[in-house]
């Protein structure tokens, strides 16, 4: 088919509108897999975070019955060189794992009987995934449970063990290593020094082929351990409140989709039995909570320009509190004043308690349910922010401050996928958070058809992926940061796949459109 014959069938027929545009999907996802063969040809195999655990791990593990005796136990393990040895049954499953670490602890405590048992000193029920699990799936675990090792089980059995040092070996991003250097930080100063390391992370990481999603996980990974880690030095610094509390955080980081650059939005939630108790207990943990908003903004996380911060005491508030705050943004709702409340829909836990944000976010998700018209203004601000694409698939560029024209990657980009799929999750009860794991979801509620869902994902990830580069290199040239980028400047598949992405964030505003007749 010519271009004039394809342009004219494309403008007359919706099914072969919709049947071009998904097809977006599987170019993407082409191209995504180019750019990690890329990265594979480039550095070799064994830099991939994708690399199935099955081939990392070792074939034989070393193992033991729970009744082996502590000596001959350790004796093992120094013979065969390795950091663990399993405790497994007679039919080969895993009932404990010790360590090194587990060893130390031992000699550390200076009474232990090495003719005892393993069974006694062995870490019980080991965490553990199957051989068809990833690198990435490892490293995330080990980093969230603080671990070192591994177990790898099918159909039950033991059959490989992975370490930390499989991961990062031969030059592999240490992210473990990295996390538990964070959250063993004696001090604030020491924080500050160590973070200057996630930027070569994730120089290293985008080098290796990960994909935006990986890094801007493990990105939100190791700022949480940032949080929680000030948070302790702060209350060792200044003592228990005698008041306990979650801290809360909003926006990208409560959508767990920060970049390195990143300011503060959080909060913080507490119990209180009524009006007064509440407002004695918010006396007593504002102070700390400035303190900590301080001491994030030493590490990286600049304070908030609109005071979106937990020091502000309308932000730190007991679960009551919250609950009306939320009931007055959905009740009292116009289009001016979503702009800056729609982020704090995205909230969750960070260090603290979760059951009283999850009964926070379940009335949230109830009483949007209940209302369509908030839903509707919801959908007219997620249309605010149109992506810059033209009738005929041309780029609609701006200038800023008289230089060249360019595009907004995360406003005119990222916003319309990130806005849409909130309105959505919210308005069917979905709890997920994640932008991708609420597309997802509501692929799963069939609220979206999956080629949609699929095309919408490939899509966010281009633009991510897009704008995490755009950053390395301003970063590598000494340059302000900026989500700007000309078109220009990318290569010709980058350039048509990005102008794709685009139209795929105009697809999603156009059945937002249509589900709520705007």
């Not at 849409?420 to 609220?447: F, S």
């Amino acid at each position: 088919m010519n271009k004039p014959a394809f342009i004219k069938l494309f403008a007359l027929s919706s099914p072969f509108r919709d049947f071009a545009l998904r097809g977006v999907s599987s170019l993407l996802d082409q191209v995504n897999q180019q750019v990690q063969q890329k990265a594979v040809e480039t550095l070799g195999t064994q830099y991939s975070l994708n690399t199935r655990l099955g081939e990392l791990a070792m074939r034989h593990p070393v193992t033991c019955s729970p009744h082996t005796p502590l000596r001959e136990a350790v004796t093992l393990m120094h013979e065969q060189q390795v950091g663990s040895i399993v405790i497994v049954n007679e039919h080969k499953a895993p009932l404990g794992i010790f360590t090194l670490r587990d060893l130390r602890q031992v000699v550390a405590d200076g009474a232990s009987d090495f003719s005892q048992s393993i069974a006694g000193h062995m870490t019980q029920a080991p965490f553990y995934l199957s051989p068809e699990h990833s690198a990435f799936d490892a490293a995330i675990a080990m980093t969230e449970r603080h671990i070192a090792h591994v177990c790898l089980v099918q159909d039950q059995r033991l059959c490989g063990v992975v370490s930390e040092r499989d991961l990062f070996s031969l030059q592999r991003v240490d992210l473990v290593h990295l996390a538990r250097t964070i959250r063993n930080a004696p001090r604030v100063e020491n924080l500050v020094a160590i973070r200057g390391e996630i930027g070569q992370l994730v120089e290293r990481m985008l080098a290796h082929g990960a994909s935006s999603t990986q890094i801007t996980h493990i990105i939100t990974l190791l700022n949480d351990h940032t949080v929680c880690r000030v948070i302790e030095l702060t209350l060792a610094e200044k003592g228990d409140p005698g008041v306990p509390f979650s801290w809360l955080c909003f926006g990208s980081e409560g959508r767990r989709e920060q970049t390195l650059y990143t300011d503060q939005d959080n909060g913080i939630l507490f119990e209180a039995k009524d009006a007064v108790e509440a407002a004695e207990r918010r006396e007593r943990l504002l102070p700390l909570a400035q303190h900590i908003n301080q001491s994030l903004a030493l590490c990286g996380f600049s304070l908030c320009k609109g005071n979106i911060m937990a020091g502000n005491p309308e932000l730190c508030l007991s679960r009551v509190e919250w609950a009306r705050r939320f009931g007055a943004f959905i009740r009292e709702a116009t289009p001016e004043n979503l702009l800056g409340s729609s982020i704090y829909f995205d909230l969750r836990v960070v260090w603290g308690e979760e059951r009283g944000c999850e009964q926070l976010r379940q009335g949230i998700l109830d009483q949007v349910a209940d209302n369509r018209l908030f839903q509707r203004m919801l959908a007219e601000n997620a249309l605010l922010r149109r992506p810059p694409v033209g009738r005929f698939r041309e780029f609609v560029l701006t200038r800023k401050h008289g230089e060249k024209a360019t595009l907004d990657l995360k406003v005119q980009g990222l916003t319309p996928f990130v806005d849409g799929a909130r309105l959505l999750a919210l308005a069917n009860g979905i709890h997920a958070n994640n932008t991708l794991e609420r597309l997802r979801q509501l692929v799963d509620k069939a609220v979206i058809e999956p080629l949609d869902g699929a095309a919408y994902e490939e899509a966010y990830h281009f633009i991510q992926q897009t704008r995490m580069q755009q950053h390395q290199l301003q970063t590598r040239e000494n340059l302000p940061y900026s989500n700007r980028v000309d078109p220009d400047s990318l290569n010709h598949l980058d350039r048509r796949i990005l102008r794709e992405s685009l139209r795929q964030a105009q697809r999603l505003q156009s059945s937002l459109s249509l589900r709520y007749q705007l």
